[in-house]
């Protein structure tokens, strides 16, 4: 009787974990760029190995960046960028940012459209973890969902490059960061 009950509970959770895993939408090529203006430079860069998921029953959305996997149009700001006295890429290689849809109810999976999604969550940059809210979009097509938004990072709230209390002439206080994913 006992390997009956074990048998049954097993199938049951089985079934729980598919049903509930089939329900999150994946992508392992996110896109998330940063500019930075400044009076002596504009520095822009992309990263496409940004992987994130989105739960559409639960509202549940992760984002992993490989900071290292940013790219730059001039080597030396890469270079710059991964070295230890500002990202330090090395120790801390990933970003992430683990949060949920505000207002869930109001967006229609199943339906094609474009809505407003106001998330929140725990941004961590630079192995600093800060809660952040941010509005941005969801544009469901054909069961395919992308997530537009445009955030600003101050850079002295994850403690990047401050040098007398602040980032140096060549790099904004506050950096302009676009993300796309698109979920199949």
């Known amino acids: 009787m006992e390997k009956v009950i074990v048998v049954i509970s097993l199938a049951v959770f089985i079934a729980l974990s598919s049903s509930a895993q ?5 992508t392992k090529s996110a896109h998330i760029n940063f500019f930075s203006h400044t009076s002596v430079e504009d520095i822009s860069a992309d990263n496409y190995a940004v992987t994130s998921t989105i739960a559409p029953s639960s509202g549940i959305v992760v984002f992993s960046v490989p900071m ?3 790219k730059f149009e001039k080597a030396l ?7 230890p006295d500002f990202l330090d890429t090395k120790q801390f290689s990933k970003a992430k940012f683990k949060g949920v849809i505000n207002n ?8 094609d459209g474009k809505y407003v999604a106001s998330c929140s969550g725990e941004l961590t940059i630079h192995g600093v973890q800060k809660e952040v809210t941010q509005n941005g979009t969801i544009t469901v097509s054909g069961g395919s969902f992308i997530l537009d938004l445009q955030m600003k990072v101050v850079l002295a709230d994850y403690n990047i490059a401050l040098k007398d209390g602040k980032p140096s002439n060549n790099v904004a206080n506050e950096i302009d960061v676009t993300v796309k994913a698109e979920y199949k």
């Open 22 to 26: 089939s329900d999150i939408k994946a």
């Open 104 to 111: 869930l109810e109001e967006i229609d999976f199943s339906k």
């Open 68 to 70: 290292q996997s940013f």
């Open 77 to 83: 700001m890469q270079k710059h960028f991964n070295n």
